[in-house]
Nanobody, 123 residues
Framework: QVQLEESGGGSVQAGESLRLSCLAS????????MGWFRQAPGKEREFVAD????????SYADSVKGRFTISRDNAKNTVYLQMNSLTPEDTAVYYC????????????????WGQGTQVTVSS
């Protein structure tokens, strides 16, 4: 059974930081690229960041460049999203996802998603 479990969300004030974690199982984690997405109330889901299976390649949405960092620890089957200088515009449910194709980067498509973790940033 493929599972992704996000954690680390919470409520913070603008300017503060959070680190999200996503624990993966049910697939050979180190062989797959991963991504982070978010969805704010009343808005469509949007791409946040992705990372190649080795962790050597990453990309970010323009809205988070310079503030967020995606990383992974393949020994722990975990992908992280370090979020600094948070603003109210970052308020959303954050999801991690497996890329569909093991060798593909950028992932392009994703086939398994976690349940999400809420991030709320107040001004």
């Amino acid at each position: 059974q493929v599972q992704l479990e996000e954690s680390g969300g919470g409520s913070v004030q603008a300017g503060e930081s959070l680190r999200l974690s996503c624990l993966a199982s049910g697939r050979t984690f180190s062989r797959y690229p991963m991504g982070w997405f978010r969805q704010a109330p009343g808005k469509e889901r949007e791409f946040v960041a992705d990372i190649s299976r080795s962790g050597s390649l990453t990309s970010y949405a323009d809205s988070v460049k310079g503030r967020f960092t995606i990383s992974r620890d393949n020994a722990k089957n975990t992908v992280y999203l370090q979020m600094n200088s948070l603003t109210p515009e970052d308020t959303a449910v954050y999801y991690c996802a497996y890329g569909s194709v093991a060798w593909a980067y950028p992932p392009g498509k994703y086939d398994y998603w976690g349940q999400g973790t809420q991030v709320t940033v107040s001004s």
